[in-house]
Nanobody
Framework: QVQLVESGGGSVQAGGSLRLSCAASGRTFSGLTMGWFRQAPGQEREFVACINQDENLWYADTVKGRFTISRDNAKNMVSLQMNSLKPEDTAVYYC????????????????WGQGTQVTVSS
């Protein structure tokens, strides 16, 4: 059974940093694309970033230059370093996996974690 477990969320003031991690289990993820999405209250879940097996990256324009996605295939983990956080980054952040090459489409991702809350205060 595939399982994704996020950690590292919390509360921080604007301008601060957080690092999210996602531990994957149940299969080998080295050949798959791993991504991060987020969902703020009352809004749709939106793409944040993804990284494929060749470590090609794709970021949403809203986080480009502030967030960095990385992966460790030996540990089946993907991380999201978030710097210069803004109140509008407040959301539940989800880790997800897709068999497709780099994609920002939510429906392309077939495994999801339970999410971790990130709250940024002004």
């Amino acid at each position: 059974q595939v399982q994704l477990v996020e950690s590292g969320g919390g509360s921080v003031q604007a301008g601060g940093s957080l690092r999210l991690s996602c531990a994957a289990s149940g299969r080998t993820f080295s050949g798959l694309t791993m991504g991060w999405f987020r969902q703020a209250p009352g809004q749709e879940r939106e793409f944040v970033a993804c990284i494929n097996q060749d470590e090609n990256l794709w970021y949403a324009d809203t986080v480009k230059g502030r967030f960095t996605i990385s992966r460790d295939n030996a540990k089946n983990m993907v991380s999201l370093q978030m710097n210069s956080l803004k109140p509008e980054d407040t959301a539940v952040y989800y880790c997800a996996v897709t068999p497709y090459r780099l994609t920002n489409r939510r429906n392309d991702y077939n495994y999801w974690g339970q999410g971790t809350q990130v709250t940024v205060s002004s």
